[in-house]
């Protein structure tokens, strides 16, 4: 199985496209949510937490999550972890929209050092 990063954050696509497989797609952070979930349904495995950082849901547009590639068996620990990402997103009131660029790009830059720091580590769920 191989290891990839679905991201929105073009930081990330720009940072590890050369080294990593990364799946950069122009969507909202619950849609790249969605898009994890479906691969944890497919036999995929987190290999880094959902909300990690700390960072509130509704703060940050950005997001980017490493995942183990299926097929394979459903992994428990791994939809239970997504599930609570979606759930914890969904009860925070999303204040993307009115982001200036600079607040945009610190959120990037927030995100991208918190996946360079996953890699640092072994890209494990925390």
Excluded at 41 to 53: I, M, S
Excluded at 73 to 79: A, M, Y
Excluded at 87 to 113: C, H, N, P, Q
């Amino acid at each position: 199985m191989a290891d990839r990063i679905i991201t929105n954050n073009p930081l990330v696509m720009e940072r590890f496209a050369d080294s990593l497989t990364v799946e950069y797609r122009e969507l909202s952070r619950e849609e790249i949510l969605t898009i994890v979930r479906d691969r944890v349904h497919t036999g995929g495995r987190l290999l880094t937490h959902p909300l990690a950082g700390g960072v509130k849901p509704g703060e940050t547009p950005f997001i980017s999550v490493m995942i183990s590639d299926g097929p394979g068996p459903l992994d428990l620990d791994s939809l239970k972890l997504i599930e609570e990402g979606i759930a914890a997103r969904a009860k925070f009131a999303v204040r993307d929209a009115g982001l200036t660029e600079s607040v945009r790009s610190d959120y990037m830059e927030i995100d991208l050092a918190l996946i360079s720091g996953a890699l640092r580590h072994g890209g494990t769920v925390q």
